[in-house]
């Protein structure tokens, strides 16, 4: 087993593996780390690696290191030579030349048959450039983030993120069985996307869109199969096509410390708009809440809840006993059965 790992920090010299070192390993080479240090991808080939992780932290800030990142057809042409990895860990190691050089050409995807585990740190619009060149198995862990340099997210660019990783959600919950997870959870300073279930594969990303020490209120819709996990966001949910058409519960997350409970709003009147479209099989509403005074307006309340005609039960799952007498009037008169649950922390 030949390994090869090299480090520096980010105001030092741009660092390169002199190419005779890698050209002499390059049968032999199974495991390959370079933490900001670089090679020239145009000329290797490794057909035995098994492991390979590129780390640049904060390097593509640099004209130098932008330089020598490579673009991601040039990487898809490397990887198309390792039929046997099965790791592939990648932090801001594709050049942002790529979005000029890549975005109008029509992809062949590239095949990764062994790969297991794939890990990406990267600007959200390179991110999905490198997923529609890659044809990554079904069965593997994939692990995504992506941050934002502004506060506010490019909905567009993570849409197209998310619909590109719909292909590997959608096989997740074919072979998931008896139930499938799935989360989209849009907090102010964070967007995350986890799926999982019985089957081998998994699929978790997170999209930072601002600093954190802001904190992260909920503004979540949870929907799971049949139990609770997934989460949406009323801006991402309005515009991706995924079909749920197994689900059988949804979990409206209307519960937290948020001063904008008709944010949280929003987002219960989006998913149930889109309900019928999207989850024809849906039985049961959760809702869960802190105070009565989360709950949306009534009138329309019951009007989009009498569109999603599927639902045979309401389950109200508030904090406090003394609640619910309000929630309770509230809910009056409402078509399905409603249900109350006392949940604690």
């Given at each position: 087993?030949?390994?090869?790992?090299g480090?520096r920090?980010?105001w030092q010299?741009v660092?390169?593996?002199?190419?005779a070192?890698?050209?002499?390993?390059?049968?032999?080479?199974?495991?390959?780390?370079?933490?900001s240090v670089?090679?020239?991808w145009?000329?290797?080939?490794?057909p035995a690696?098994?492991?390979?992780?590129?780390?640049?932290?904060?390097s593509?800030?640099?004209?130098?290191?932008?330089?020598?990142?490579?673009?991601v057809?040039?990487?898809?042409?490397?990887l198309?030579t390792?039929?046997n990895?099965?790791?592939?860990?990648?932090?801001n190691?594709i050049?942002?030349?790529?979005?000029?050089?890549?975005?109008?050409?029509?992809?062949?995807?590239?095949?990764?048959?062994s790969?297991s585990?794939?890990?990406?740190y990267?600007d959200?619009k390179?991110?999905?450039?490198?997923?529609?060149?890659l044809?990554?198995?079904?069965?593997a862990?994939?692990d995504?983030?992506?941050?934002y340099?502004?506060?506010e997210?490019?909905?567009?660019?993570?849409?197209?993120q998310?619909?590109?990783?719909q292909d590997?959600?959608?096989?997740?919950?074919?072979h998931?069985?008896?139930?499938?997870?799935?989360?989209?959870?849009y907090?102010?300073?964070?967007?995350?996307?986890?799926?999982?279930?019985?089957a081998?594969?998994?699929?978790?990303?997170?999209?930072d869109?601002?600093?954190?020490?802001?904190?992260?209120?909920?503004?979540?819709?949870?929907?799971?199969?049949?139990s609770?996990?997934?989460?949406?966001?009323?801006?991402?949910?309005?515009?991706?096509?995924?079909k749920?058409?197994k689900a059988h519960?949804?979990?409206?997350?209307?519960?937290g410390?948020?001063?904008?409970?008709?944010?949280?709003?929003?987002?219960?009147f989006?998913?149930?708009?889109?309900?019928?479209?999207?989850?024809?099989?849906?039985?049961t509403?959760?809702?869960r809440i802190d105070?009565?005074n989360e709950?949306?307006?009534?009138?329309?309340?019951r009007?989009?809840?009498d569109?999603?005609s599927?639902v045979?039960?309401?389950?109200?799952h508030?904090?406090?006993a003394?609640?619910?007498?309000?929630?309770?009037?509230?809910?009056?008169?409402?078509r399905?059965?409603?249900?109350?649950?006392?949940?604690?922390?």
């Amino acid at each position: 087993m030949t390994e090869w790992w090299g480090s520096r920090h980010y105001w030092q010299p741009v660092a390169l593996v002199p190419h005779a070192w890698l050209c002499n390993a390059q049968d032999s080479m199974l495991h390959l780390s370079l933490d900001s240090v670089h090679c020239d991808w145009g000329r290797l080939r490794f057909p035995a690696m098994v492991s390979l992780k590129l780390s640049y932290l904060g390097s593509t800030e640099r004209r130098a290191d932008i330089k020598h990142l490579p673009t991601v057809s040039m990487l898809a042409s490397a990887l198309a030579t390792m039929p046997n990895l099965r790791i592939l860990h990648l932090r801001n190691a594709i050049s942002p030349r790529s979005l000029s050089k890549d975005s109008t050409s029509l992809s062949i995807r590239t095949p990764l048959p062994s790969l297991s585990t794939l890990k990406i740190y990267m600007d959200v619009k390179l991110c999905t450039l490198l997923l529609r060149h890659l044809a990554v198995p079904h069965e593997a862990e994939i692990d995504i983030s992506s941050p934002y340099k502004n506060n506010e997210p490019d909905i567009r660019s993570l849409t197209a993120q998310l619909d590109e990783m719909q292909d590997h959600l959608v096989a997740i919950q074919a072979h998931a069985a008896p139930a499938f997870h799935l989360m989209v959870a849009y907090k102010d300073y964070d967007v995350v996307v986890r799926a999982s279930g019985p089957a081998a594969g998994s699929f978790q990303g997170a999209f930072d869109v601002g600093d954190s020490w802001y904190g992260r209120r909920d503004c979540t819709a949870c929907t799971s199969f049949p139990s609770p996990m997934q989460t949406i966001s009323s801006s991402v949910f309005g515009r991706m096509n995924l079909k749920l058409r197994k689900a059988h519960t949804v979990t409206i997350n209307l519960a937290g410390h948020s001063h904008a409970p008709e944010t949280r709003c929003e987002v219960l009147f989006a998913l149930l708009e889109r309900g019928p479209q999207v989850m024809p099989l849906l039985e049961t509403l959760v809702i869960r809440i802190d105070w009565v005074n989360e709950m949306p307006d009534r009138e329309l309340f019951r009007v989009r809840l009498d569109e999603l005609s599927s639902v045979k039960t309401i389950e109200v799952h508030a904090y406090d006993a003394d609640d619910l007498e309000e929630v309770e009037e509230f809910m009056d008169g409402v078509r399905p059965e409603v249900r109350y649950v006392i949940w604690k922390d």
